[in-house]
């Protein structure tokens, strides 16, 4: 409790100071760039304070332009890792509730993130269509196809948001993999465990080869190339051999 007690002050310390002059900067000028690299550098920095350690692999594989990144969630703890780990500025779907905390909320409307209610059909598909247009308009993206974190560390099955996303916008999908994180801060809890987590990015899926009605094909290849890549005790249970 005593690492998750550090990180609860001093990064809330870190977001009073930054946060209003960045805010105030990124009201004037529109560029988010710099309180998005604020923020995440700023996480990055606290989550390695307390002995987590973050280790990327296939960053080749990331191609130049525009990209629908899609990841697995096991944990809060791999959020930073994932979002620290690719080397853009991306705009991320987000739960509605999050933009409601104060500066933190604002810096996320600041960035261009996305925010959805997923308990709300008609909500969630607007939120969805509005990334699918950010995409097009040139803005890179991260998705958790799984919809909510795995109870177990374990690939959940998939929502068909994030393909329908790419096929629309004809935008290679990077599926990422990250592993370790469910052990670092499982889910439900608030312990944060010194360990390595290993983000990977594997080899990209030109969605634009795709139909809508081929959604579904797409959708079981971006599940099966992440069920791969992950280790035996993260793969689903059909790919745990």
Not at 46 to 71: H, M, N, Q, T
Request: hydrophobic share 45%; with cysteine.
């Amino acid at each position: 409790m005593l690492r998750t007690l550090f990180i609860g002050v001093f990064l809330w310390l870190y977001i009073l100071v930054v946060g209003p002059p960045l805010l105030l900067y990124t009201f004037i000028t529109r560029d988010p760039d710099p309180i998005y690299w604020a923020g995440v550098k700023g996480v990055m920095f606290f989550v390695c304070a307390v002995g987590v350690k973050v280790r990327v692999k296939g960053l080749e594989r990331i191609p130049p332009g525009v990209c629908l990144f899609a990841a697995n969630h096991t944990s809060s703890a791999d959020a930073p890792a994932i979002v620290g780990a690719i080397p853009r500025r991306i705009a991320i779907l987000l739960k509605e509730s999050l933009f409601k905390w104060p500066i933190v909320g604002q810096a996320f409307w600041s960035a261009h993130f996305i925010p959805v209610n997923r308990s709300a059909r008609d909500s969630a598909i607007a939120s969805v269509e509005k990334a699918t247009e950010a995409l097009k308009g040139g803005q890179s993206l991260l998705i958790y196809p799984e919809g909510t974190r795995s109870p177990d560390g374990r690939l959940q099955e998939f929502k068909k948001g994030a393909v329908m996303m790419a096929i629309k916008a004809g935008v290679p999908i990077v599926p990422m993999v990250c592993a370790g994180a469910h052990r670092v801060m499982e889910k439900h809890s608030l312990v944060i465990h010194p360990g390595e987590i290993v983000v990977e990015f594997l080899e990209p899926i030109d969605a634009s080869k795709y139909s809508l009605e081929e959604r579904d094909i797409l959708n079981e290849r971006l599940r099966i190339a992440m069920g791969g890549a992950l280790p035996p005790d993260q793969r689903p249970a059909g790919l745990s051999s």
